[in-house]
């Protein structure tokens, strides 16, 4: 990914936000390197670095940036491929890593620095790795799309099971786009783990089924194409300050995903690193995060007085209830949730969409809901009990969720046997005079 001519130009914003200050006298010699690896886009990085090499003339960042799964991969090399400081946002990652040793203890002042945001720890075991930043999963909305079908502002997930939204909800698919088996396991905490996935059943039902993450989704909704669309937060506040004429709902049982930085316990700049953690988790380096390019939400509560009208506070909603949802990123549930999903809600999707088709128009028709058939379409392969066996989810731990052993090769064609045959239940069903 390229980073180089345009890093500076975010420059210009910093002295709007008051963050220009005198540079410190340059020491003697060339700057040290700082070697950071991410995976944040540009805009962030280069917010970040301008601010900091101001700040620290005496540093230069030299960022390396992966994808999670391969930071995985140069972080388990030995010397850590020669990585200072690991910032993103995968908390799979740090954690994993900080069971194999990879992190330096961070002992900076964490004055102001709450330890949770709702139910969502925002430091990891030992203060290992520490959250930068959060983000919010949400709907991203289309006001004129959602007048002309006569459907109201959804607040929370049951209000996306609308027939009246059949085929106008894009969907990511949570084996595709990273963010999505979050923003799955949100709902599965909420409503439990049955009226979940029946839930999850609906909604995936009525909708498009988007295999690309990132940007997509609000180019979805902002196309025309979808009037509602599955999303974490800043990815549509760039689409709506570049003029997308969309909303943004957080529902009323959100969750969060962190991004956190960590110290690699082999850093060569020990010093430049601490300086570093230090400036991201300042005021100054948490206001940088409202910049209309990185739309962030900052971890430092103090900052929010200062961010313009509108800008959510996850402090302030948790306060009020929100963000009850506690991810475990070590357990495997994730992962265990993606395979399902995909068996389930996204294999046969074609065959599920006909099938909610068909249920809401008789249900429409005989003015009740048929229960056998929503019973059918929104069971699960497994249950509750099944899908909380440690030994399941760390077989699906171990194997990184791609169920690539024998046994969960097994389980997979299990799970297609029940989804296949219940199907074929309701559609009988759905044929037949009586589908009470």
């Known amino acids: 990914m390229p980073l180089d001519m345009n890093r500076r130009r975010l420059l210009g914003g910093l002295a709007a ?19 950071i690896l991410s995976s944040y886009p540009e805009p962030v990085i280069a917010a970040f ?27 388990s090399r030995p010397g850590q491929g020669g990585v200072d400081v690991y910032w993103a946002a995968s908390p799979r990652t740090f954690e994993s890593l900080r069971q194999a040793g990879a992190w330096r203890p961070l002992t ?26 959060i983000a919010g999963y949400g709907f991203a909305i289309d006001p004129r799309q959602l007048a002309e079908l006569g459907v109201d502002m959804p607040a929370d997930w049951p209000d996306l099971a609308d027939p009246r ?25 909420a409503y439990g783990w049955e009226r979940g996935w029946a839930l999850w059943s609906e909604i995936a039902g009525l909708s498009r089924l988007i295999e690309r993450g990132s940007t997509f ?6 196309s025309g194409e979808a009037a509602v669309g599955l999303s974490i937060d800043f990815f549509v506040a760039s689409s709506i300050a570049a003029g997308a004429p969309l909303r943004f709902v957080y529902p009323a049982h959100g969750g969060l995903n962190p991004g956190h930085v960590a110290i690699t316990a082999g850093t060569r700049e020990p010093e430049a690193a601490e300086a ?15 910049n209309p390019d990185i739309r962030k939400l900052p971890v430092r509560p103090s900052v929010y007085a200062d961010l313009p009208a509108g800008y959510h506070d996850p402090f302030r909603a948790a306060a009020a209830g929100a963000y009850a949802y506690r991810p475990d990123p070590a357990s495997g549930r994730l992962a265990l949730v993606t395979a399902v999903f995909e068996r389930m809600l996204v294999n046969r999707h074609a065959e599920l969409r006909q ?6 128009a008789r249900e429409r028709l005989e003015g009740r809901r048929l229960e056998a058939v929503r019973q059918l379409l929104g069971t699960p392969p497994i249950d509750a009990r099944q899908a909380g066996d440690p030994a399941l989810l760390a077989a699906w731990h171990a194997s990184e969720g791609q169920g690539t052993s024998p046994e969960a090769s097994d389980r997979q064609r299990e799970w297609d046997r029940q989804v296949a045959q219940r199907q074929h239940r309701a559609a009988a069903l759905l044929a037949g005079s009586d589908a009470t």
């Open 355 to 360: 099938l909610w088709a068909q249920l809401h």
């Open 49 to 75: 670095e301008a601010a900091f090499e101001r700040l620290y003339p005496q540093y230069r960042i030299n960022l390396v940036w992966r994808r999670p799964h391969d930071a995985l991969e140069q972080l």
């Open 276 to 290: 570093f953690v230090a400036f991201v988790l300042s005021a100054s380096g948490q206001k940088l995060l409202a």
């Open 217 to 222: 989704i609000s180019d979805e909704v902002g």
């Open 165 to 189: 939204l059949a085929g106008r909800i894009a969907l990511p698919v949570p084996s595709q786009v990273g963010f999505a088996p979050v923003m799955v396991d949100i709902v599965l905490q």
């Open 17 to 35: 936000l008051g963050l220009a200050c005198a540079a410190r006298p340059l020491l003697a010699g060339a700057p040290r390197e700082l070697v």
């Open 108 to 133: 900076l002042d964490r004055a102001g620095l709450p330890a949770y945001v709702g139910a969502l720890p925002l430091a990891g075991p030992g203060a290992h790795y520490l959250a930068t930043e």
